[in-house]
């Protein structure tokens, strides 16, 4: 089946191509969107970078960082809450392992939490895998215009852009520790790779 009508069916591909259809339903869902769709695609190349730290399962978190955005589509955005977005409307297509990664990238359950979404471990367990640490500091070293930054720059630059109260904000100071400690953990594996 070729990726075209893997992406029009929802089927996974499970080739040596299989981040080409998750680039192909970002790009038409993202595109739109100007300067996030420059943030995934970078995110995506950052991802291209941690074979040493994820081995075989580079083509899954690949397709993770197309994806990972991907709840701020406006067709998808249904809560508001991008992650959880992104997260339902893959496990509608059948992509349960993705849609779990998207609903935890960057501390994504803490701020499910502070909004009150009760339920969403039930919903989605976060297995804290190295998959969705990768993710995670693909995410927080990759600027919004796809520049690259570091962890606590990149935090920095989330809690100046929505305001120290937001929501957002006070998950990802709740967080940084483990982002720190994670990424650090990463560039050290990486270093010696």
Known sequence: MSVAA????????VSADAPAWARTMAEAHMSPLGRRWTHVQQVARRAEELGAVVGDDLPVLVE?????????APALAKTG????????YLRRRGHERLARLVAHHTGARVEAQ???????????????SPLDRALTYCDLTTGPSG???????????????????????????????????DGAEIERRLANA
Do not use: K, N
């Open 6 to 13: 893997a992406f029009r069916y929802g089927e996974s591909m």
């Open 64 to 72: 993770a960082a197309y994806l990972h955005d991907i709840g701020y």
């Open 81 to 88: 809450f991008h992650p959880l977005d992104g997260a339902r």
């Open 147 to 181: 520049q690259p930054m570091t962890v606590r720059q990149r935090v920095d630059e989330i809690c100046e852009r929505y305001g120290p109260d937001h929501t957002v904000s006070r998950a990802c100071r709740a967080c940084l520790a483990d982002f720190e400690r």
């Open 114 to 128: 502070l909004r009150g979404f009760d339920d969403y471990l039930d919903e989605f367990p976060y297995q804290d």
